[in-house]
């Protein structure tokens, strides 16, 4: 829903470093985002095709990592990827306690450039 | 042909936001303002809350609201029948408030005189989870009538908050809302959450949430 104003902070981000590194031109662009992020790949892309229009971003490829919510179980220490859209019990699987914390799932990167 | 080269970046997308946010939060906390980001979907009682809260806290807070709309004016003359200063956003289209709009806000407003601020972001429990405002807590509401697989379909908003209220108790007995799942599974999200069990229109359990956040506040201002 608001890939727009995600796009545009991220073109912010790619463009700041490949000014940093000198880059002539950015080819590729990945980032990661976790399983909570809500936002549509297809609307970023497009987007990002309108925005980088006139940059040395134009026509870089984007890949998305996806990163699963991971769940740590306090009581016997097993981590597990929780699918919370798909209804996955937050529970730990293991040894069935409800004492378990959300330890990864948010993120939010820019990871890494490839620059020519 | 030229080589490629991979850079390393590993930056949060939305790193110039919250910069800004970051610089707001500093200079709300020299200027002790304690500023509260409040969230939730269309019609969960943002407003009913404010209005209960401002009721309860302003003999002892000066509060101020900033009240985020796509269009409209009719939250903010809500708030100033309170007799409370709201200066209203319009986005005009932007789901969701971020540390720019905050900003232009703020920059109408005499930090000096403020104590507390209440952000009412518009209504939407997708989009404000991700952008940091430079408040210094966040809640959300969630009332009876939407449910309470809310999280399943909104984790990030569940995940990002200090505090979760349930609005409309007052409905609980003709629906099927489940108030104990419902905190199960937001506790094992959010290890730390706050939850709050209200109802706007009764009364009943406003106070609770009214001294966590007087709690918060003397807190945050007995730090400097």
């Known amino acids: 829903m608001h890939e727009l104003a995600v796009t545009e902070g991220m073109l912010k981000v790619v463009l700041r470093h490949a ?66 859209k798909a209804g996955d019990r937050f529970s730990c699987p293991e040894c069935g306690t409800n004492k378990v914390e959300m330890v990864s799932g948010r993120e939010f990167l820019v990871q890494d450039l490839k620059v020519i | 042909m030229d080589d490629i080269r991979l850079i390393d970046i590993r930056e949060e997308i939305l790193s110039d936001n919250q ?25 969960s009682g943002k407003t009913s809350l404010i209005i209960e809260t401002i009721r309860r806290l302003k003999d002892e807070f000066r509060i101020g609201v900033i ?30 408030l971020d540390a720019p709009m905050i900003e232009t806000a703020l920059a109408t407003m005499d930090l000096e005189n403020f104590d507390l601020l209440i952000i009412e972001n518009v209504g939407n429990l997708v989009c404000p989870a991700e952008f940091d405002t430079g408040a210094a807590k966040k809640a959300m509401i969630l009332s009876v009538p939407e ?9 990030l ?23 104990d799942l419902l905190k199960e599974r937001v506790q094992m999200l959010n290890r730390g959450i706050n939850i709050f069990a209200v109802s706007c229109r009764t009364g009943e359990g406003i106070d609770e949430w009214c001294d966590w956040l007087r709690r918060e506040i003397y807190s945050f201002k007995n730090r400097d």
Not at chain 1, 51 to 70: D, K
């Open chain 1, 19 to 84: 000014e940093l590194n000198r880059a002539k031109k950015v080819v590729g662009i990945t980032l990661q985002i976790g399983e909570m992020s809500d936002i549509v790949d297809e609307w970023l892309r497009r987007y990002f095709d309108y925005l980088s229009r006139g940059t040395i971003a134009e026509g870089a490829e984007i890949t998305i990592r996806r990163t699963p919510a991971v769940f740590l179980c306090e009581d016997c220490g097993e981590e597990y990827v929780v699918n919370i």
């Open chain 2, 19 to 43: 910069n800004l946010a970051d610089e707001i939060r500093e200079r709300l906390r020299d200027n002790g303002v304690f500023m509260l980001n409040l969230m939730s979907a269309p019609g």
């Open chain 2, 67 to 96: 009240e985020g709309d796509i269009d409209s004016l009719v939250d903010s003359e809500k708030i100033a029948a309170e007799g409370i200063s709201a200066v209203q956003l319009r986005t005009g289209g932007a789901c969701h």
């Open chain 2, 147 to 155: 449910g309470d697989d809310k999280v399943l379909k909104y984790p």
């Open chain 2, 157 to 179: 908003m569940f995940s990002v908050c200090d505090a979760l209220v349930i609005n409309k108790i007052d409905y609980l007995g003709l629906s099927d809302f489940n108030q």
